[in-house]
C-alpha cells in the first residue's frame, strides 16, 4: 500500500512539474516600481548604467558617452524615440528592433562650445519596453581651456623662508 501510494505521490509531482513548466511562456521576471516581482513577456531595458559623470572637460570640443543596454524580455525591443533635454545633447539609437538578449547602445553627445559651468542633462527614451520611459543622465563641468590646461600641471610647491634663508 505504501509502495502504490508513494508511486501515485510520485506521478502527481512531476505532471505538476511539467504542467508549471508548460505554463511558463517564456516570461521575464522584474521588479515594479513598488519592488514587486512581475512576471512579463514584454521586452526589458537592463542598462549597465545609467548615469555619466564627464568630470571636468575643456570648452569647446564634443564629448560622446554610451550606454550600453541588453533588452532582458522575450520580445523584440522597439525604440520608438530619443530626445535630450536640450539642444546641446545630441542622442543617437538603434532603429532597429533589438531582439532578446541583444545588446545595443545609446550614445549621448554633448557640445561644451561656449558652455562655460557645470552641466546635468537627460536623455528621455520611449519604446514599447515594460517600463515604456527611461531617462539616462549625462553631467559634468565645462571650464575655459587655459583654466583646463592648468589642472594638467602639478602645483609649484613654493619655497619656505627656512628653505629660502639656507
Keep these: ?17 511539467t504542467y508549471a513548466q508548460d505554463m511558463n511562456d517564456g516570461a521575464s521576471y522584474i521588479l515594479d516600481e513598488n519592488g514587486e ?9 537592463n542598462f549597465s548604467i545609467e548615469s555619466h559623470d564627464f568630470g571636468t572637460l575643456p570648452e569647446g570640443p564634443k564629448v560622446t558617452h554610451e550606454f550600453s543596454f541588453t533588452n532582458d524580455g522575450k ?44 552641466f546635468n542633462k537627460s536623455i528621455t527614451i520611449t519604446s514599447n519596453a515594460y517600463t515604456p520611459t527611461k531617462r539616462l543622465y ?3 563641468k ?16 613654493k619655497k619656505s623662508i627656512v628653505e629660502e634663508n639656507n
Design 37 to 45: 516581482l512581475v512576471e512579463t513577456t514584454a521586452p526589458v531595458f
Design 1 to 17: 500500500m505504501k509502495k502504490l501510494l508513494l508511486a501515485i505521490v510520485a506521478v502527481l509531482a512531476m505532471s505538476s512539474v
Design 75 to 118: 520580445e523584440p525591443l522597439i525604440i520608438s524615440n530619443v530626445k535630450a533635454s536640450c539642444g546641446c545633447t545630441t542622442p543617437n539609437w538603434p532603429k532597429e528592433p533589438v531582439m532578446p538578449g541583444e545588446e545595443a547602445v545609446i550614445t549621448a553627445t554633448y557640445n561644451t562650445s561656449k558652455r562655460i559651468g557645470p
Design 142 to 157: 565645462v571650464v575655459k581651456p587655459a583654466e583646463f590646461e592648468q589642472q594638467d600641471t602639478a602645483p609649484v610647491k
Design 138 to 140: 549625462i553631467k559634468g
